[in-house]
């Protein structure tokens, strides 16, 4: 069911030439193209407002079998995903995407529903943003992701450009490629931004407030449980030890660290 009409008739499909992600408006301008998966119409309308005025083409899937359809078929700058979603929940649509694609995806969850906020990280969701939620705020967040994935496609800094190697993992910046042992290790978008800092700064405690500045581009909250969230799934990922000792140590109230071994160790 297509609805990107009947919410914003400014925009239409992409067209060969467009460019990847893109589509464009009738003067011929290329604008983002973002996926919107959630039954709720009036959510859908305002998000519509506030999207198309910061210049992206959206489409719209009011349940998860159509999202999921929608997602895989690409084309999408980022997917944002509601949890409660009839047929096929957002759990599951994630999982099966994850299997194909790292699209960057924005979850919606209930408040206060830690439980939620967590699986969805853990599955690969690059943030979460609970309802009800300030439509600004949205904004805010969808830009901050694209601004993470926005060098995939583009050449990286001179000092960003060298491989990062400690112990069994390397990470290449240029490729967004980390490997462990030599075997490629899948990672979203936000964990291998939380892993180049980490590997960066290794030996090193890194503060949770520079985490959050410098992967998910907003200030620290408390209560805010992003960047522990994307270092347990690290963790899952590329193994909890090194060497006998922790890869990525907590340091209470400060940040992580992540560890330097020794061949002796």
Known sequence: MTIEKEYDPRFHPATPGAGEHCAKTEDGTSVRRVLIVDDDAELGELLAE???NEDFALEFAEDGGS?????????????????????????E?????????????????????????IVGLEIGADDYL????NPRELVARVHAILRRTASKGEAAAPSEGDLISV???????????????GDIIDLTTAEFDVLRVLLQQAGQVVPREQLFQDVLGRDFAVFDRSID????????KLGARISGVDR????RNVGYQYAVVSDNV
């Open 93 to 117: 649509l994630l999982r099966q995407l994850r299997a194909h694609s790292q699209v960057p995806v924005l979850m919606l969850t209930a408040r206060g529903d830690d439980v939620d906020r």
């Open 67 to 91: 999202g999921l359809r929608k997602a895989l078929s690409g084309g999408y700058a980022l997917v944002i995903l509601d949890v409660m979603l009839p047929g096929l929940n957002g759990f």
């Open 50 to 52: 506030f999207l198309a």
């Open 130 to 133: 609970p309802k009800p939620f």
């Open 167 to 181: 112990g069994d993992v390397e990470l290449e910046p240029r490729a967004r490629m980390v490997r462990r042992n």
């Open 248 to 251: 990525i140590k907590s340091v």
């Open 229 to 236: 969230n994307h270092v347990s799934s690290l963790r899952r």
